[in-house]
């Protein structure tokens, strides 16, 4: 086997992602290019990137992206889906479960099962008492589709409304269904001010419910938070590390940046860490 050939097995088997959101002011091109020659074997795309108000036909659309990933050698890990299931009005929840079934259709064109989902944004018409009512209906409503197409949902600990592991548990299990879980941010907890004791506790009890990862490092909260590259903040990445392999998740290890330099140093660094410690 040639040494080309056996460098593309190596990195289909070590499953290391980028996600697109961090190169959101570059081409796709250019960041497809960008992740293939650092190493990375996966990208998460935004929805944006195949369907957006100038796209006449997405599903079309997504058959050319994938055939554009592909090209690199990549494959596409997941697909955001830049949902708000906070809804209560039955009106709201239609539109938000139907904009999601054609997520889901746009992203078996992509060549991926994966959703990464929003919980949502809060706001006054929902009180906080019933955010997961609001989002459990929602997600519910989608397993239609989901458990009929195989198509699954991983909840991003991401913004306010579900940035606490205790609330996203309550969560999964008021589901009750193999296809809601979570996407779980390494950095994003710490982020919404818990202490790390409390975020490592977090990675304990999300863990069994994981779908997807963004591997993501820092240091403080809200206005003080700060990225690093992996390994460079105060995150205990070992020990998220170490939960998601103690529950079995074998998945796509996706980086997310979000670091001062915007020349991809970051992403580098990142990525020799993963290869050292995944």
């Known amino acids: ?46 929805i ?16 050319v992206v994938r055939a554009q990933v592909e090209g690199y050698g990549l494959q596409v890990s997941a697909l955001a889906a830049g949902n708000d299931f ?23 064109h992509l060549g991926t099962s994966v959703l990464r989902t929003e919980g949502g944004s809060a706001k006054d018409a929902v009180p906080e008492s019933r955010w997961v009512e609001a989002m459990a209906g929602c997600l519910t409503r989608c397993l239609e589709f989901a458990e009929r197409d195989e198509v699954y949902l991983a909840v991003d600990n991401h913004g306010i409304v579900t940035n606490d592991g205790d609330l996203q548990v309550e969560l999964f299990e008021r589901v009750g269904s193999k296809y809601v879980g979570a996407n779980m941010d390494t950095m994003n907890y710490r982020w919404a001010g818990h202490d790390l004791e409390t975020v490592g506790r977090y990675y304990e009890i999300v863990a069994p419910y994981t ?51 915007n020349d991809g140093t970051g992403q580098r660094k990142s990525f020799t860490w993963m290869q050292a410690n995944l």
Request: aromatic letters at 8%.
């Open 1 to 46: 086997m040639g040494s080309g050939t056996q460098r593309g097995v190596d990195k289909f088997m070590s499953k290391l992602g980028l996600i697109h959101y961090n190169y959101a002011s570059k081409s796709l091109d250019d960041f497809l290019k960008f992740t293939s020659e650092t190493g990375f074997s996966y990208v998460e795309l935004q």
């Open 48 to 63: 944006g990137d195949v369907w957006n108000s100038d796209t006449a036909n997405p599903e079309q659309n997504a058959e």
């Open 86 to 108: 906070v809804v209560l009005e039955e009106e709201a929840i239609r539109s938000q479960v139907t904009r999601m079934e054609r997520i889901s259709g746009i992203a078996k």
């Open 211 to 261: 779908l997807h990862t963004h591997l993501k490092d820092g240091t403080g909260s809200r206005g003080d938070y700060r990225g690093e590259a992996l390994g460079e903040g105060e995150i205990d990445l070992a020990k998220a590390i170490r939960c998601l392999r103690e529950a079995g998740y074998d998945g796509v290890w996706c980086c997310e940046y979000e670091g001062r330099e």
